[in-house]
């Protein structure tokens, strides 16, 4: 049986802004108007409802999360079920951007049926709006396949982490002419298999722009210039909160990791040196009660119900 997804409890911030869901159709639609389409990873309740607030049309459940929250050195380690838990924890923090799953390693490249099975997961029990999967030409039949399901698939060309090993390392793809055609070849298949819109990663801008051009569907740009019809950026990138590299196409927002450092530190500082907790942190106890369980705690365990009966306080009843 599948999970059960409660409904997402609405964001006091997106409730005031009065935003209605973002669907397939609000993409298609900010592509044709010429509307900047935003697009920011999500991976747990507290980074859904902050994106979700700032107003991001999507939010991507990425397969980054094996190196941004669980420590991996890449995205290949992160399983389906994994990716699951994440899932459904951004689905209870969204009100209304568009939720996608991306499918991690192994979980689609084996065959359509398999892809197809894992993708109704990601919808059924992850709570998801869509997924995403990488890949050209290459998985074009498990594109179709679920698709033909009612599941909308979003693509993913250029440089794709999944492939990392095959692709030498992360790299620039698309840089000589022939490498250019066939992301604009495998762009065009995805978009004829039924994607609804294509991430390009790592690619030259001036292809990029070109290919976002010849499509008919939206374009996701991460590393791929101001050309592309949105942009994403990894959650933990924007604020500064992944320090291990920073990639060039990684504008930082702000530097959250150096500002958790310092307020731990001070709170460990307070901690030595006794100020806090403070009266203003504290519970406090009247002189009744407090007078009544000195009475108590100084008598042995033994005598306990006899003490109850002087104080007033009554026995437990047995339920047996």
């Given at each position: 049986?599948?999970a059960?997804?409660?409904?997402?409890?609405?964001?006091?911030a997106?409730?005031?802004?009065?935003?209605?869901k973002?669907?397939?159709r609000?993409v298609?639609?900010?592509r044709?108007?010429g509307?900047?389409i935003?697009m920011?990873?999500?991976?747990?309740?507290?980074?859904a409802?902050?994106?979700?607030?700032?107003g991001?049309?999507?939010?991507?459940?990425g397969?980054?999360?094996?190196?941004?929250?669980?420590?991996?050195?890449?995205?290949l380690s992160v399983?389906?079920?994994?990716?699951?838990h994440h899932c459904?924890?951004v689905?209870?923090?969204?009100?209304?951007?568009?939720l996608?799953?991306?499918?991690?390693?192994?979980?689609?490249?084996?065959d359509?049926?398999s892809?197809?099975?894992?993708?109704?997961?990601?919808?059924q029990?992850?709570?998801?709006d869509a997924?995403?999967?990488?890949?050209?030409?290459s998985?074009v039949?498990?594109?179709?396949?679920?698709?033909?399901?009612g599941?909308?698939?979003m693509?993913h060309?250029?440089?794709?982490p999944?492939?990392?090993?095959?692709?030498?390392?992360f790299?620039?793809q698309?840089?000589?002419?022939?490498?250019?055609?066939?992301?604009?070849d495998?762009?065009?298949?995805l978009?004829?298999a039924?994607?609804y819109?294509?991430?390009?990663?790592?690619?030259p801008?001036?292809?990029?722009a070109?290919?976002?051009?010849?499509?008919?569907?939206?374009?996701?740009?991460i590393?791929?210039?101001a050309?592309?019809?949105?942009?994403?950026?990894?959650?933990?990138?924007?604020?500064g909160?992944?320090e291990?590299?920073?990639?060039?196409?990684?504008?930082?927002?702000?530097?959250?990791?150096?500002a958790?450092?310092e307020a731990?530190r001070q709170?460990?500082?307070?901690?030595?040196t006794?100020?806090?907790p403070?009266?203003?942190?504290t519970?406090?106890?009247?002189?009744?009660?407090?007078?009544?369980y000195s009475?108590?705690?100084?008598?042995?365990?033994?005598?306990?119900?006899?003490?109850r009966?002087?104080?007033?306080?009554a026995?437990?009843?047995?339920t047996?």
């Amino acid at each position: 049986m599948s999970a059960q997804i409660p409904p997402a409890p609405v964001d006091p911030a997106a409730a005031a802004a009065g935003r209605a869901k973002v669907t397939v159709r609000t993409v298609a639609a900010k592509r044709k108007s010429g509307d900047a389409i935003t697009m920011l990873t999500a991976y747990d309740y507290p980074s859904a409802q902050i994106g979700d607030a700032a107003g991001m049309d999507m939010l991507l459940v990425g397969d980054s999360l094996a190196m941004v929250v669980l420590g991996h050195e890449n995205t290949l380690s992160v399983t389906v079920d994994e990716m699951l838990h994440h899932c459904r924890a951004v689905k209870r923090g969204a009100a209304a951007a568009m939720l996608v799953g991306d499918m991690p390693f192994m979980s689609y490249q084996v065959d359509a049926p398999s892809a197809l099975r894992n993708a109704g997961r990601f919808l059924q029990e992850g709570g998801m709006d869509a997924v995403k999967l990488e890949g050209g030409r290459s998985v074009v039949p498990q594109v179709q396949a679920i698709v033909a399901a009612g599941i909308p698939v979003m693509g993913h060309i250029g440089l794709t982490p999944q492939s990392i090993h095959a692709l030498g390392g992360f790299r620039v793809q698309g840089k000589t002419a022939a490498e250019a055609k066939r992301l604009l070849d495998d762009a065009l298949a995805l978009q004829d298999a039924g994607c609804y819109s294509i991430v390009l990663e790592s690619v030259p801008d001036r292809l990029a722009a070109d290919i976002t051009r010849r499509l008919t569907i939206p374009t996701i740009g991460i590393g791929a210039g101001a050309g592309t019809s949105g942009q994403v950026l990894v959650f933990h990138d924007v604020l500064g909160l992944f320090e291990r590299f920073t990639p060039k196409f990684v504008r930082r927002y702000a530097e959250l990791g150096t500002a958790a450092r310092e307020a731990i530190r001070q709170y460990a500082d307070d901690v030595a040196t006794h100020s806090f907790p403070a009266a203003e942190h504290t519970f406090t106890m009247s002189d009744e009660a407090w007078q009544a369980y000195s009475a108590l705690a100084d008598r042995p365990a033994g005598t306990a119900t006899s003490a109850r009966r002087r104080t007033g306080v009554a026995a437990p009843t047995s339920t047996r």
